[in-house]
Nanobody, 117 residues
């Protein structure tokens, strides 16, 4: 099995920055895509960014130009660098891993990001 452990959330002022980290352990070779999702209060969970093993990335329109997703394969870690944070970015952020061979998705525990003055 794959386990995801997240860190890096917190409280920041508008315009500030945070970097989220997600460390994967277990059957990591089964992972072909990892990403970050978020759930804001009163809203559905939405995709923020994702990255595949070949380095291809995808971003939600709301975070393009501000957020960057990256992977460090040697550390089995995916990062989400968040710059120019806005109050609308306030949400619980979840790390996600999609696996090959119909093994299904794995989710982290979630980390709170709050952007407020």
């Amino acid at each position: 099995q794959v386990r995801l452990v997240e860190s890096g959330g917190g409280l920041v002022q508008p315009g500030g920055s945070l970097r989220l980290s997600c460390v994967a352990s277990g059957s990591i070779l089964s992972i072909y895509r990892m990403g970050w999702y978020r759930r804001a209060p009163g809203k559905q969970r939405e995709l923020v960014a994702r990255i595949t093993t070949d380095g291809s990335t995808h971003y939600a329109d709301s975070v393009k130009g501000r957020f960057t997703i990256s992977r460090d394969n040697d550390k089995n870690t995916v990062y989400l660098q968040m710059n120019d944070l806005k109050p609308e970015d306030t949400a619980v952020y979840y790390c996600n891993a999609d696996r090959r061979y119909n093994l299904g998705a794995v989710w982290g525990q979630g980390t709170q990001v709050t952007v407020s003055s």
